[in-house]
């Protein structure tokens, strides 16, 4: 079950809607949060049903050793509690690591060793990278004595509260369960209901009416690269992945914060107009934050140390992005993928600590292209089909060779058999660049006609194209 789906849209949303607001005018405060949690529990069971009972026996035992730390500040526990952490963070790992990297792990050895160990081929559960993070995060500062004993349904909530529940954005236990615990959000705000709308739609339009038909048309092309490949074929497909990846993940946080304000629960911001920075270290800034917050809370801050020479900066941002490759996929081209990443954030630091930092354009212009190309190795099938396509890429020797007219009447030919992809490409390339974030069109929002008419157009043509549904793509991780 997905957003942009009737199921949903007609189906689950309204019935989860209509009973927890009817339970919360009658007062009846606690059913009303049974009722939020049964139903996101029912939710993740229809993404994967053959893991929701690890997923429930996850939470579970993640709150008992949580509540556990909590009662265990006094310093005489500091042995115990660090030993009942360390088992509850690599539990998640274990857990992690078994369904996401097992095959990998295996297909590895036997690489190396000449065995022949058996693929399991486990299917992943939904949102596993996403909720294991929030767990972790809620053991450390657990041991940190960060948290508190929360109520029981406030922590369900917290986890597994439907909106972020599969692809975030990644929340943290302090700025969700005050939100549940507060008595003044189980009242009906209709003024969140129609920001809600607002954003919802904001975010279904990015969905359904940009990443949907560029990444179908791309992923076509990366599914069988072959070894012919055109430089402009690698370039277009190539920047319709980067703008298909972004306006995915940023329409589903858009869905998601606009759902979250139909309870009157804030959800973090996820993305800052990405596209619009002048070195990667503010790329990361901007993308996919609530990532970057936990890998930089969590990583980052326990690996570097000021002034220790093996621990400073450069180490702890190449660890950090060591760790957001490992977490993104099973496989080595996201292990690179990450390294890649990190070293540009490092070229980015170290360009503005020394003062040598590019004119804007010209460092906005690198950025770009460097974004392009990282998403290459990052959605490629294998590293032969990569370096197909990079070797493509920069095959200006090909292009001698074919001469001006051969190559101008090449490119008139593909741009005409791709071009309502490539205004779609461009339309992307235009918001990123130049129109008003989410977050900026949230802060000017008013329940006025203008805003009725434009969000009431957008629900309706997205509307008519829900019978061509088309999964999230972090949904694979």
Known sequence: MIFSSYEFVLGF?????????????????????????VASFYFYAQGSPDFFVFFLGSVTANYVVGTTLCKMQEDSYLAQRRILMAVGVLANVALLGYY???????????????????????????????????LIAFLVDSYRGLTKEYNVL????FITFFPQLIVGPIV??????????????????????????????????????????LNNNAAEFYGAVGDQVTMWQAWFYTLEYSISY????????????????????????NFNAPFRSRNFKEYWQRQHMTLSR???GYVFKNVFRKGCKWRNYYVATMATFLVSGIWHGAGWNFIIWGIMNGVLVCISAYL????????????????FIFIVLTRVIFVAVDMHDTMVVYKAMFDVKSLMEMGWAQVSSACLAFGYENYQLMLISLAGLLICWFAPTTRHMADRFKPDVKHFIFTAVLLAVCFARMNQVVEFLYFQF
């Open 154 to 157: 406030d922590y369900l909530l």
């Open 246 to 269: 972004y306006f995915d993940l940023s329409g589903y946080t858009d869905m998601a914060i606009g759902l979250g304000l139909f309870f009157n629960i804030r959800l973090p911001e």
């Open 13 to 37: 949303f309204p019935v989860v809607f209509a009973v927890y607001w009817i339970l919360n005018r009658f007062r009846y405060y606690h059913l009303s949060k049974i009722w939020m949690a």
């Open 100 to 134: 996401k990297y097992y095959d990998f792990f295996i297909e590895n050895v036997n690489t190396l060793t000449g065995l022949d160990f058996a693929m399991k081929n486990i299917a992943l559960p939904i949102g596993i990278s996403f909720f294991t993070f929030q």
């Open 172 to 213: 943290h236990h302090k700025e969700m369960t005050v939100q549940f615990e507060d008595e003044g959000n189980m009242r009906l705000n209709y003024k969140n209901i129609a920001l809600g709308i607002f954003i919802f739609a904001i975010g279904l339009g990015k969905k359904m009416l940009l990443a949907d038909p």
């Open 294 to 296: 936990f890998l930089g």
């Open 352 to 367: 503005a600590y020394h003062k040598k930092e590019p004119p804007f354009l010209v460092g906005w212009f690198f950025t």
